[in-house]
Every structure is written in structure tokens, then in C-alpha cells.
């Protein structure tokens, strides 16, 4: 899913930066848990956030 997120912004024009960060947390929304994951970079200055709640066992973790 990881990989799907700088692939997308590759197809949509967007810089891609060396250094990628992904930030996991878990959040709780209607009463379900979710992965919130947020992807940014430095340079160009880019941040997106997703909410997958299909996740089994989400996830607080900071790569990158």
C-alpha cells in the first residue's frame, strides 16, 4: 500500500523526493479503528493522509 502512495503521485505529475516519511497511527472513527497513514516529503513540499479501515491490526509507527 506503502509503494501504491509514491506511485500515485509519480502518475500524477508530482516530484518525488528521496526521502519518503510515512506516519501510522490509529484513529477512531464512528466507533471503528482505523490506520491513519500519513505520507509526506520535503522537497517539493508535499502531505497527503489516508484513513484505510479495512486494516486488521492497525499500526503506530513512523518510517522513513
Same mark, same amino acid.
Given at each position: ?10 502518475? &500524477? /505529475?508530482?516530484? @518525488? ?5 510515512? %506516519? ?5 472513527? &464512528? /466507533?471503528?479503528? @482505523?490506520?491513519?497513514v500519513?505520507?509526506? %516529503? ?13 486494516i ?9
Amino acid at each position: 500500500m506503502l509503494w501504491s502512495m509514491i506511485d500515485k503521485r509519480k502518475e &500524477n /505529475g508530482i516530484e @518525488v523526493d528521496y526521502l519518503q516519511v510515512f %506516519q501510522l497511527s490509529i484513529e477512531r472513527k &464512528n /466507533g471503528v479503528s @482505523v490506520q491513519k497513514v500519513v505520507h509526506r %516529503q520535503e522537497c517539493p513540499p508535499v502531505s497527503d493522509i489516508y484513513y484505510l479501515p479495512m486494516i486488521e491490526t492497525p499500526k503506530n509507527i513512523r518510517y522513513g
